[in-house]
Every structure is written in structure tokens, then in C-alpha cells.
């Protein structure tokens, strides 16, 4: 199918939409390509590196409004190694992993690991969600507060009825962009690569006084923890700013600026109410034209950050998605492993809610150019 030019009128400022990496402002590349300039290259074991992680420390948790005891703490390897690294030092027998996408079903695979009972796994199917009760024997409930790939959202509450038991979300794609009361979690841990506006590959953590404990506790325990995915090392290393291996510094620099930005602005409530007015754009046009539908479709569990929209047979959503891309407007395609017809849109933090509204006339006249 042909693709449809668009006019520039109706054009977003700035065309990136992807849930992941997601759009870093002009303003921290420069802010990198001066300042940041001289921390490139330089020892992250010296006083310029570590006082710049030590920075990002607080700025995380004045974002988060950290209560006293918890701390933050900061790991290399990403999401995806603070699940097994959760696996080896803070499930200490069994976990209760609620599943309403791809995400959440990576961790439940990570507390599958054969020195744990098998974890108590509930699905749901794709657009809805399931919700956590006590169980006895489990000492870790973890969820998702935002499912990337597809666009539900979790309400971030401890599970009453089990006092000893950890409260553990997943929190990439919602950390700075979703408001909560982190006292209700015991670990909210994310990459920074969504709306906090920076590259991947290291882990960040709010962890409370009784996850530490549990950290510290398993470390002492003589279980076998490899290095690399050892929580207490993470801990131990973040008091000192500094990580384990050698960190990415411009991923920390571009981070710094992100939160410096966030927290000028009014912090996560300004965070939260922007993401809110972008996805809400969203979702009244898809609710407003016959051929679309949110994906999501109790409104409660929608998220404000990831935007999933379900299109008729009359549309066909990935000539849609490459038609835009070749206007520049990038990374509208939905989760590969969904195969809806969908489109799936970011409104993270540094995405303008003008830009959203002229994505929509985008999206719109696309449509009626395709239809002929």
C-alpha cells in the first residue's frame, strides 16, 4: 500500500512515539555534549562520577518521595537482570507473579528458578489484568504498575494479610510518569529508559527497610549468589555511589537531566498529570471514531504512558504504522508477540501533549488517504 504524504501543518514537532527506548530532549543532549563531555572517559570509581550517581540517588528519591528507611539502590544488566537477580537475593521461597503481559511473564519465568517452590503464577488475558490475594508460603507478590506491551496499568498496593511477606513491582515504563504511594511497595524497581529519559542497561530500586533486611538476610544465608546478580553487593556498592561493574555515564548524565527537569516542573504529580492529558487524547479519539477502540477496555486499568488502540477491519493498522514512519513518525507499531491490529503509542513524560494531538490528525489523515 502506497504511503500518504503529510502535511507539514499537521506534523508533531518531534515524531517518536516508541515505548522503548523512548525520546530523550534536545535539551539533555546538549546539557551531555557540554558539561557531560568531560564525565566520558573519566573513572567512575573518582569523585566526578560517583558525586553524579549520588545525584541521581537523590533526585530519585525526591521524584519518588521516598519515606524514611528506604534508600535507592542501582545495578548493572537492566530490568531483565534485576529479575534474576531477585530470583538468587530477595524471593526467599516462593513468589506470587500476576501476569497481564509479556513483562510480568519474564519475571514469573526468573521465580521459576529451581532453588525456589514453584511460584504462584495468575493470568490474564491480554487487556485486562489480575489482581494479588495471600497465599500462604509466599514471601514475594510482584506485578507490573505498567505493562509495556499492552498498555494495562496496576494499582500499586501492598497484599493485606501477609505482614511478611515483600510487596515487588515492576516499574520501567511507569517510573516518573504514574503517580503512587511508594510506602505501599517494598521494591520499585526500573530501567530508565521510558519516562525518566535516558538509555538502558542499568537497574534503579526503591527499597524499603524490610527488603533490606530480606537482602541482607539471604546474602548471609549461604545460598550460592553469582556476583554480578548479588542484590547485598548492589546495596553495599550504591551507599558508596558507585555500582558493581563500570556503569554507562552518559546513560546516568542523561538521567540526571530528566530528573532535574521532572522535579523542577513539580515532580511525579506534574509528571503524572501530563502523561494523564496525553493518553487521555488518545483514548477520546478512539472512543469517538467508529473504526477504533482502546485495547484496554475497562478504563481503570488504562494506562497513562502506554496507549493501546485496536482498529477495525476496515483499517489496516500496519500500513498505518509504516506510512507514518515514513513521515517520520516513528515506533507506532504494536508489541510484536500481541499480532493485533493495533497501533501502540507512548505518552511518557517527554512527549508533548501538543505533539499527541497532532499524532491524531496524523493517524486521522493517514486513514482517509489509504481509503482513497
Not at 136 to 144: F, L
Request: aromatic content about 8%; charged content about 20%.
Amino acid at each position: 500500500m502506497a504511503h500518504v504524504t503529510l502535511p507539514r501543518e499537521i506534523l508533531p514537532t518531534d515524531g517518536r512515539f516508541g515505548c522503548g527506548p523512548s525520546k530523550i530532549r534536545t535539551e539533555q543532549m546538549i546539557a551531555l555534549a557540554g558539561p557531560g563531555a568531560a564525565l566520558l572517559g573519566t573513572s567512575h570509581r573518582q569523585a566526578p562520577v560517583k558525586s553524579l550517581v549520588g545525584q541521581v540517588r537523590m533526585g530519585l528519591s525526591d521524584l519518588l518521595r521516598l519515606p524514611s528507611g528506604y534508600e535507592i539502590i542501582v545495578g548493572n544488566g537492566g530490568s531483565t537482570a534485576f529479575w534474576d537477580a531477585a530470583s538468587f537475593g530477595l524471593i526467599e521461597n516462593r513468589a506470587q507473579n500476576l501476569v497481564f503481559g509479556e513483562f510480568g511473564g519474564k519475571f514469573a519465568a526468573a521465580a521459576a528458578a529451581p532453588w525456589l517452590q514453584a511460584p504462584d503464577v495468575r493470568k490474564a488475558d491480554p487487556g485486562s489484568r489480575t489482581t494479588p490475594s495471600p497465599v500462604e508460603g509466599v514471601d514475594v507478590y510482584a506485578w507490573p504498575h505498567n505493562e509495556t506491551s499492552t498498555g494495562v496499568s496496576a494499582p500499586v498496593e501492598r497484599v493485606r494479610g501477609d505482614e511478611g511477606a515483600l510487596t515487588v513491582i515492576d516499574a520501567t515504563s511507569a517510573a516518573g510518569g504514574i503517580n503512587l504511594r511508594i510506602s505501599e511497595s517494598d521494591v520499585y524497581y526500573f530501567a530508565p529508559q521510558k519516562n525518566l529519559g535516558s538509555d538502558g542497561g542499568l537497574w534503579f530500586a526503591a527499597v524499603s527497610p524490610a527488603a533490606i533486611e530480606r537482602i541482607e538476610r539471604i546474602a548471609a544465608s549461604g545460598r550460592y549468589i553469582p556476583e554480578f546478580l548479588s542484590l547485598k553487593n548492589a546495596l553495599d556498592n550504591s551507599r558508596l555511589n558507585q555500582t558493581l561493574n563500570t556503569p554507562a555515564v552518559a546513560t546516568l548524565f542523561l538521567l540526571d537531566k530528566q530528573l532535574e527537569w521532572i522535579n523542577g516542573n513539580g515532580g511525579l504529580g506534574w509528571a503524572s498529570a501530563r502523561t494523564a492529558e496525553s493518553s487521555s487524547v488518545l483514548y477520546d479519539w478512539a472512543e469517538s471514531v467508529p473504526y477504533a477502540t482502546p485495547f484496554v477496555a475497562d478504563p481503570a486499568d488504562r494506562s497513562p504512558v502506554v496507549v493501546t488502540i485496536d482498529f477495525d477491519e476496515t483499517v489496516d493498522a500496519a500500513a498505518v504504522a509504516s506510512s507514518l514512519r515514513a513521515n517520520d513518525i516513528v515506533d507506532t507499531e504494536p508489541y510484536r508477540k500481541l499480532g493485533r491490529n493495533q497501533l501502540r503509542i507512548a505518552t511518557f513524560v517527554s512527549i508533548e501533549p501538543d505533539d499527541v494531538r497532532q499524532l491524531v490528525k496524523c493517524i486521522e489523515y493517514t486513514i482517509d488517504g489509504q481509503r482513497g
